[in-house]
Nanobody, 123 residues
Framework: VQLQASGGGLVQAGGSLRLSCAASGRTGSRYGMGWFRQAPGKEREFVAA????????YVVDSVKGRFTISRDNAKNTVYLQMNSLKPEDTAVYYCASGKTLSDYEFLYEYESWGQGTKVTVSS
């Protein structure tokens, strides 16, 4: 599976962005999807994940109530709606796919990664 993330940009604190992750290749398989982010000088961290059928979603506590993950399997696309953005949300955001989401918070769970899209939140 090849992944292409988009939708990043510069936004003021309190604003919103919607990230998209388009999948191509073996999209007929049932893949769970996740979003991670990496701020400058920090390790890549889990943000959100969604099961292949969209029935199960998971978000890290720091974005709960502000970020929503969703998917449209007809378009082979996963979204991350980010509202009430804060300067600490500034990072490069990566989407990833994995066959299972048993350990959805961990990088090793995912097989394919997108190239990342940069989000900058100004105060």
């Amino acid at each position: 599976v090849q992944l292409q993330a988009s939708g990043g940009g510069l936004v003021q604190a309190g604003g919103s962005l919607r990230l998209s992750c388009a999948a191509s290749g073996r999209t007929g398989s049932r893949y769970g999807m996740g979003w991670f982010r990496q701020a400058p000088g920090k390790e890549r961290e889990f943000v959100a994940a969604i099961s292949w059928n969209g029935r199960n979603t998971y978000v890290v506590d720091s974005v709960k109530g502000r970020f929503t993950i969703s998917r449209d399997n007809a378009k082979n696309t996963v979204y991350l709606q980010m509202n009430s953005l804060k300067p600490e949300d500034t990072a490069v955001y990566y989407c990833a796919s994995g066959k299972t989401l048993s350990d959805y918070e961990f990088l090793y769970e995912y097989e394919s990664w997108g190239q990342g899209t940069k989000v900058t939140v100004s105060s």
